[in-house]
């Protein structure tokens, strides 16, 4: 199993960037999909979550402007966000609990990072 994430870039303050990130290989159901992101020098704090229902958590910082989704059939979770500023500069990584077959636990998986850089 991988996780492929892509659509960082440089954008200006205000501007908005989608993420998105394919999971491939043997998958028997996602139940959760999560995005995280790394500032330099900062801990790695979650940013957003979705559940397999379409359940979604939000980190204080980006309730409002960040919308997490998820296309089950595609097992692909995208992240939009909006009104970026400075502060959301950080590598962005997708993560998620992965069943690979019926009735086994799922094991966490992590995607190789996409940088979101947010300047003038």
């Known amino acids: 199993v991988q996780l492929q994430a892509s659509g960082g870039g440089l954008v200006q303050p205000g501007g908005s960037l989608r993420l998105s990130c394919a999971a491939s290989?043997?998958?028997?159901?996602?139940?959760?999909l999560n995005w995280h992101r790394q500032a330099p020098g900062k801990q790695r704090e979650l940013v957003a979550s979705v559940t397999s229902s379409g359940i979604t958590n939000y980190a204080d910082s980006v309730k409002g402007r960040f919308t997490i989704s998820r296309d089950n059939a595609k097992n692909t979770v995208y992240l939009q966000m909006n009104s970026l500023s400075p502060g959301d500069t950080a590598v962005y990584y997708c993560?998620?609990?992965?069943?690979?077959?019926?009735?086994?636990?799922?094991?966490?998986?992590w995607g190789q990072g996409t940088q979101v850089t947010v300047s003038s």
């Open positions: 993560n998620a609990d992965i069943r690979v077959h019926a009735g086994r636990p799922t094991r966490n998986y």
């Open positions: 290989g043997r998958i028997f159901n996602i139940p959760a």
